[in-house]
Each structure stands twice: as structure tokens, then as C-alpha cells.
């Protein structure tokens, strides 16, 4: 089973930017799709951006030119790089592959 440790979330001004990273351990990384997932008290996770092994990515409209992800294959590592945060950005940010998740990391951003 895949394990994923998400850190990099904090408090931030709207306007700023946060990177988060996931570390993944006990699989292949290399051949993983990995996904960034974001969710609200109430509301279901959605996917926010995605990266297969191969490097192709995808975004979910409300954030595309604001995020952007990324991996390092040699690190087992995925990152989220986010900008322009909104306050509508605020929320638990969770790293996933191959059904795993990790624990979240609480983003939030201020006014």
C-alpha cells in the first residue's frame, strides 16, 4: 500500500502563494498518476490537479493558470505550486494515487 505525507499548508493572504508537497512511500512512484484534491466542510473533494507518469497534467477550471503541478520522480514526490490564492481557495488539500490518500494539509487564506 501506497503512503502519502502532504506538508506545506499554512495561513496565507489572499493574493499569496503556497507550494504543498506529497511524499509518497511503499509503491513505484515513477508509474503512478498522482492527484492534488481539495475539500470544505460539506462538501465533496474535487479534484484540483492531476499529473501522470508520463508529465501530462490537468486542471480543474477554478484554479488553472493559478496552480501548478508537478513531480520529481527521484524524490517520490509530487508538488502543488499555488498563486493568486483566493479565499474561495480555503480548504483541506489532500495528495492521492492508486486509491491512497494522504492525511490533508489545511489551507487557508485570509483576507
Known amino acids: 500500500q501506497v503512503q502519502l505525507l502532504e506538508s506545506g499548508g499554512g495561513l496565507v493572504q489572499a493574493g499569496g502563494s503556497l507550494r504543498l508537497s506529497c511524499a509518497a512511500s511503499g509503491g513505484i512512484f515513477s508509474i503512478y498518476a498522482m492527484g492534488w484534491y481539495r475539500q470544505t466542510p460539506g462538501k465533496q473533494r474535487e479534484l484540483v490537479a492531476r499529473?501522470?507518469?508520463?508529465?501530462?497534467?490537468i486542471y480543474t477550471d477554478s484554479m488553472k493558470g493559478r496552480v501548478t503541478i508537478s513531480r520529481d520522480n527521484a524524490k517520490n514526490t509530487v508538488y502543488l505550486q499555488m498563486n493568486s490564492l483566493k479565499l474561495g481557495d480555503t480548504a483541506v488539500y489532500y495528495c492521492s494515487a492508486v486509491g491512497c490518500w494522504g492525511q490533508g494539509t489545511q489551507v487557508t487564506v485570509s483576507a
Open positions: 499529473i501522470t507518469s508520463g508529465g501530462t497534467t
